[in-house]
């Protein structure tokens, strides 16, 4: 079955600086990867997704790449904020198109903005 | 706003006691899911369901069962609670069609087996 690896899992950066995340999976009939954040003590939310038929979508200051040749894909975060720590969570399924198809999570990253 | 209502944030438990963990959508979702959250370890689904009286394992099914009888609650129920399922148990629900892996998340039950 799928398998979805998550790196790293813990970042520090100063506030204002890039973070990424990155993630790889293993089934290449994998065709939708969202990130989800959860901050301290409150449920995963999802905050950007991208389709396989597309390689890179944008909002605001977050990300998110996709390269299907490496099956890899990646959360860039610019100019980080004290609000943005949280641990993020990358998924990947194949069964955007058809009813209950189901997400495998990443390991996390617990993401720590220093002000 | 879709809610997810999982009935208890906190439980303590003892070994062997059956436990049941109740959640509910209100937004007529068809999927609902069952993960379990670990340091280290992600989310990983135990249960998931895309129908009334419908269930497919996930990939950590052994010692759970779930029971669907009605489209708004998906229960996840411990037969007999061991202490190595002390965990965050999250449930989460999605539509049907093109949203159906765009999971609406619960609070989370934080059940500790003594």
């Known amino acids: 079955g799928e398998n979805v690896e998550q790196h790293p899992s813990t970042l520090s950066v100063q506030e204002g600086d890039s973070a990424v995340i990155k993630c790889t999976y293993s089934d290449s009939a994998s065709n939708y990867f969202p990130w989800y954040k959860q901050e301290l003590g409150k449920r995963p939310q999802l905050i950007i997704d991208i389709r396989s038929n597309v390689g890179e979508k944008k909002d605001q200051r977050i990300a998110v790449t996709l390269n299907k040749t490496a099956k890899h894909f990646s959360l860039h975060i610019t100019e980080t904020q004290p609000e943005d720590s949280a641990v993020y969570f990358c998924?990947?399924?194949?069964?955007?198109?058809?009813?209950?198809?189901?997400?495998?999570f990443g390991q996390g990253t617990e993401l720590s903005v220093k002000p | 706003d879709v809610k997810v209502t999982q009935s208890s944030r906190y439980l303590v438990k003892r070994t062997g006691e059956k436990v049941f963990l109740e959640c509910v959508q209100d937004m007529d979702h068809e999927n609902m899911f069952w993960y379990r959250q670990d340091p280290g370890l992600g989310l990983r689904l135990i249960y998931f369901?895309?129908?009334?009286?419908?269930?497919e394992k996930g990939d950590i099914p052994e010692g759970y069962s779930v029971s669907r009888e009605k489209k708004e609650r998906f229960s996840l129920i411990l037969e007999s609670a061991s202490t190595n399922q002390t965990s965050m148990y999250l449930c989460?629900?999605?539509?049907?069609?093109?949203?159906?892996?765009?999971?609406?998340f619960g609070a989370g039950s934080r059940l500790t087996v003594l």
């Open positions: 998924a990947a399924s194949k069964g955007i198109y058809n009813q209950g198809g189901k997400l495998i």
């Open positions: 369901s895309y129908d009334v009286k419908m269930k």
């Open positions: 989460a629900s999605s539509p049907p069609g093109a949203g159906a892996n765009v999971l609406t």
